[in-house]
């Protein structure tokens, strides 16, 4: 009877799922996804609101949005990783950020096992959450199961942990304080087809065999209290070798060693997902290269005929101009217009293929960039009369160009969406521990709420040509040069309000705020 008290407890009892999304659009997605009745669903809203649920909660797997205001998925992840009941919680990112390969690179060393990008495939989220909870749920049987073995004292109590141990569906040992092998539970045998386990050799992949026998040795003569090591182990049914992860736990009672148990959890298809992540990321990284190669020549190549159009256009306009009419010279119009704007979007092109290559770091006076950047958009400050001013800026370790560029777009950004007010635009700076936040903030239409990560892609444009002028490429280049710098770049805003872009930089030696 209490057996079943004990089963029937553990049915019902819900796995714990954490769920992190600034959006309450993204959270009701997750939500809707991953209701049942196995999941007790926590849902955050921020970073900081994440760290005080993992303080009073153990999670299966934590589902973490890379894209929030003041603190992002990244270092969500890494603080989550430093909090001792969350350290080794799984967490998988769900993004909507593109696909490059230091997006994924990022987010696996700042502790995530997987990426999950948007919009979700529901299928495949619960296949990932479903490993991780279930990874949770075994887990935390054994650990009940070494619970239990620490109070057994009598043959009784051995022989009710045996039954219990040969239940649980894991590799389970028992190792006395002399190294010799006490017990394999039932999953042993039924795992490897022997009946003892003193033939154990037989089963470990001959690459491992060493390598597990140096970590058992560590082990038994150091007396440590926990190890674990990754090994492949031969399956009967079909004489292939899965990866485990094995585990080693001292066993202490009344403060005396007594021996050690040893769970062995199949990791195989976690494994080879992660390999499968890593040529991706390799992959990515090669063809990333690629493509930026191809852009700069493609683009460089293009210039040169388009000069000769642009130049002879210029004169059969001078040579014809009294012997054509009001219709030719229209043509000639759209001409030129077409070879300006294609030859604007090849600079574009190769601006952003420039970006992807080393450049030089140095020390840069924001300062001295800001009045370069007013100097060369001093036509259109004077056109439309708009009033810019900002706090004092630092000196930073980062490439010049690079600095006027982005400042520049920015800029140029906040004075061409510009409202029937007079453009206001106000730069600030918030000095934090290891960065600096930038933000640029204007007084102009707005951006809608749906477009506030689609803006920093390639060629995209929320209004006609014939509304605005520019190419859709510059707040991309905006983003690699941010991203170059180690920082990230976000806007803030809604429509008919005005928008306010931040970006962080990271700081370097022998930088200085200037007063």
């Avoid at 760290?51 to 934590?62: G, K, Y």
């Amino acid at each position: 009877m209490d057996t079943m008290t004990e089963e029937n407890t553990q049915t019902l009892t819900r796995t714990n799922i954490l769920v992190v999304d600034d959006r309450p659009d993204g959270l009701l997605a997750l939500e809707a996804v991953l209701s049942c009745d196995q999941y007790n669903l926590f849902k955050a809203s921020s970073g900081q609101e994440a760290l005080r649920c993992a303080l009073f909660n153990d999670f299966a797997v934590i589902l973490l949005d890379v894209q929030m205001p003041q603190m992002d998925g990244f270092e969500t992840a890494k603080l989550l990783h430093e909090n001792l009941r969350s350290r080794d919680t799984p967490i998988i990112f769900v993004t909507a950020i593109s696909k490059e390969a230091r997006h994924i690179n990022q987010g696996y060393e700042s502790g995530a096992v997987d990426y999950i990008f948007k919009p979700l495939d529901p299928f495949i989220l619960r296949s990932k959450v479903n490993i991780f909870v279930d990874l949770f749920n075994k887990n935390l049987q054994i650990k009940k199961q070494a619970a239990l073995l620490r109070e057994i004292e009598s043959k009784e109590n051995l022989r009710r942990y045996l039954n219990l141990a040969d239940a649980i569906p894991h590799i389970i040992i028992k190792i006395q304080a002399d190294g010799k092998i006490e017990y394999f539970n039932q999953r042993w045998c039924e795992y490897t087809g022997l009946k003892s386990g003193m033939d154990w050799e037989e089963v470990i992949h001959h690459k491992d065999k060493r390598r597990f026998v140096l970590f058992w040795l560590n082990i038994r003569y150091r007396k440590l209290r926990d190890a674990q090591i990754e090994i492949r182990i031969k399956r009967i049914e079909d004489g292939t070798y899965r990866w485990h992860l094995m585990r080693v736990v001292q066993e202490v009672r009344n403060d005396e060693h007594i021996g050690w148990i040893a769970t062995c959890t199949d990791i195989d298809d976690i494994k080879k997902a992660d390999e499968a992540s890593k040529r991706l990321s390799q992959e990515l990284n090669r063809s990333n290269k690629d493509l930026e190669e191809f852009a700069y020549i493609a683009s460089h190549d293009l210039k040169e005929p388009l000069h000769v159009v642009s130049s002879f256009t210029h004169l059969l306009e001078k040579r014809l101009q009294s012997r054509i009419d009001a219709t030719e010279n229209e043509y000639l119009k759209y001409i030129k217009q077409s070879v300006s704007q294609a030859q604007a979007l090849i600079q574009d092109l190769l601006e952003y293929s420039r970006m992807g290559q080393e450049k030089s770091m140095e020390l840069v006076g924001l300062e001295a960039v800001l009045s370069q950047v007013c100097l060369s958009l001093r036509p259109v400050i004077e056109d439309s009369q708009a009033v810019i001013n900002s706090e004092p800026l630092p000196e930073i370790i980062a490439n010049h160009s690079g600095m006027v560029e982005l400042f520049q777009n920015l800029i140029a950004n906040a004075i061409k969406y510009k409202s029937e007010k007079t453009p206001e635009i106000h730069i600030s700076i918030k000095p934090q521990e290891d960065m600096y936040i930038f933000s640029i903030k204007d007084n102009g239409i707005g951006i809608d709420t749906p477009y506030h990560v689609r803006i920093f892609d390639m060629f995209q444009r929320l209004h006609s040509k014939s509304e605005y002028a520019g190419t859709g490429i510059g707040l991309a280049i905006c983003k690699k040069i941010v991203e170059n710098h180690g920082g990230k770049i976000w806007v803030e805003s809604k429509l008919g309000e005005g928008a306010t872009f931040y970006f962080t930089i990271k700081k370097g030696k022998n930088e200085r705020l200037i007063h």
